[in-house]
């Protein structure tokens, strides 16, 4: 079977497509408006061919390492360490504070969801506060919390364990 039909990831098919219509006699502008490339990329292509062959013609954005890590690992440990004490103005963390965090250790403005990230991959998450209405009484929400265990069926006397049956009493 030819390698052009072997190929398994879809960017390494259309090059070596790319090879295939150049043999058949197509020009680089036909080539490129067939296969929706430009047409400076096909003799980008021919050149990898003849410089590596095979190899030539895989994705090479797949080998590529990325960007270095924000925080190196002595940082991340500091940080990990940092998350076990409350952030400077109380509170819990979260991402900006964490980011506020790393731009102070990095001397440069880190965005916000950098932060959310560190956090996660600590394995950290986000904590917030359960939300409070502002009118909330804290003594009634106890003195119903101690007197509700049952619900409104136990109060009006009904069993919980079979509908429609009545507790004795």
């Known amino acids: 079977m030819p390698a052009r039909r072997r190929a398994s990831h879809p960017v390494e098919r259309t090059h070596w497509h790319i090879l295939w219509r150049l043999v058949e006699g197509h020009t680089p ?3 490129a ?3 929706g490339s430009t047409a400076r990329w096909v003799p980008t292509m021919v050149q990898r061919w003849n410089q590596a062959g095979e190899p030539g013609i895989r994705d090479r ?3 590529l390492p990325g960007a270095p890590p ?3 690992s002595e940082h991340q440990q500091e ?3 940092a998350l076990d004490q409350p952030p400077a103005d109380g509170g819990l963390w979260s991402g900006p504070k964490v980011a506020a965090w790393m731009a102070e250790r990095l001397g440069r403005p880190v965005n916000p969801r950098r932060g959310w990230d560190y956090l996660q991959r600590l394995g950290r998450s986000t904590r917030v ?3 409070q209405h502002e009118q909330s009484d804290a003594a009634t929400q106890q003195a119903f919390k101690k007197t509700a265990r049952g619900g409104p069926r136990a109060a009006a006397g009904v069993s919980s364990s ?3 049956t009545m507790a004795p009493g």
């Open 29 to 31: 502008d036909e080539i």
């Open 33 to 35: 408006s067939l296969l």
């Open 61 to 63: 954005r797949l080998t």
């Open 70 to 72: 924000l925080l190196t």
């Open 79 to 81: 940080l990990d360490h």
């Open 129 to 131: 506060p359960r939300p």
């Open 162 to 164: 079979q509908p429609g």
